[in-house]
Structure formats: structure tokens, C-alpha cells
């Protein structure tokens, strides 16, 4: 799978980023498992003519020690459909812009 993950985090990095999880995404049915909207501008033409998937999102995987955010767009209408690929590269330097600027907020060096 591919994913974007930042590890070796120390516990208050870990509250921080839970407490700013929990506050802004929605937490999926497994612990720790978060899912972040893919805003609409960027959806593939294939993603913006699946009404029936929509929204799409990133899923994202807190531990204790590391975060890792998953570059395949997913929807939770679906387990498979032709819409659930890898990242484009604008979807995936959206995705990280956003990951940068939560860090930035948090005041953690990544």
C-alpha cells in the first residue's frame, strides 16, 4: 500500500494530533482509523461522475509512535469500484499540504 507516514512521534506529538483528529475528521468504527474528505475541485473526472461514491476521502492510521496516511482515494459507498485508485499528484500534494500545515498548527518539527 502505498502511504505517506511519519513515525518515531513522541506521546504529547501523539495527544496533539489525536486531539486535532478527533476535533476536525471523523473517526471510522476502528480505533484510530480517521478519514479525511478529498475536497470536490480535486476529484478525477471519473471520481466526479460517480454521484453514487461520493464524498471521497484519504484514511488515516494514528498510532502512538507514527502516522500514516494512505495515497489511495476510497469512498465509504463502496469496497470496490473503478473511482478507488492511488492519488493523483494533486490529490497526493493536497493531501500532504494539509498534513504540513497540521504540524504547523501543532507546533511539531516533522
Same mark, same amino acid.
Request: charged content about 40%; glycine content about 0%; some cysteine.
Given at each position: 500500500?502505498?502511504? *505517506?507516514?511519519? !513515525? #518515531?512521534?513522541?506521546?504529547? #506529538?501523539? !495527544?496533539? $494530533?489525536?486531539? *486535532?483528529?478527533? !476535533?476536525?475528521?471523523s473517526l471510522s468504527d476502528f480505533g484510530g482509523l480517521y478519514w479525511i474528505p478529498l475536497d470536490d475541485y480535486l476529484l478525477t473526472d471519473l471520481q466526479a461522475s460517480h454521484? =453514487? /461514491?461520493?464524498?471521497?476521502?484519504?484514511?488515516? +492510521?494514528? #498510532? +502512538?509512535?507514527? $502516522?500514516?496516511? =494512505?495515497?489511495?482515494?476510497?469512498?465509504?459507498?463502496? $469496497?470496490? /469500484?473503478? /473511482? $478507488?485508485v492511488y492519488a493523483t499528484e494533486a490529490q497526493r500534494n493536497w493531501l500532504i499540504r494539509l498534513v504540513d500545515s497540521m504540524f504547523e498548527q501543532l507546533d511539531i518539527i516533522a
Open positions: 500500500m502505498k502511504q *505517506y507516514r511519519i !513515525d #518515531e512521534l513522541r506521546l504529547p #506529538e501523539y !495527544d496533539k $494530533i489525536k486531539k *486535532y483528529l478527533d !476535533d476536525n475528521f454521484a =453514487e /461514491c461520493r464524498p471521497f476521502f484519504f484514511a488515516v +492510521e494514528l #498510532e +502512538e509512535t507514527y $502516522i500514516s496516511f =494512505e495515497l489511495l482515494v476510497r469512498t465509504k459507498a463502496k $469496497i470496490r /469500484c473503478d /473511482c $478507488i
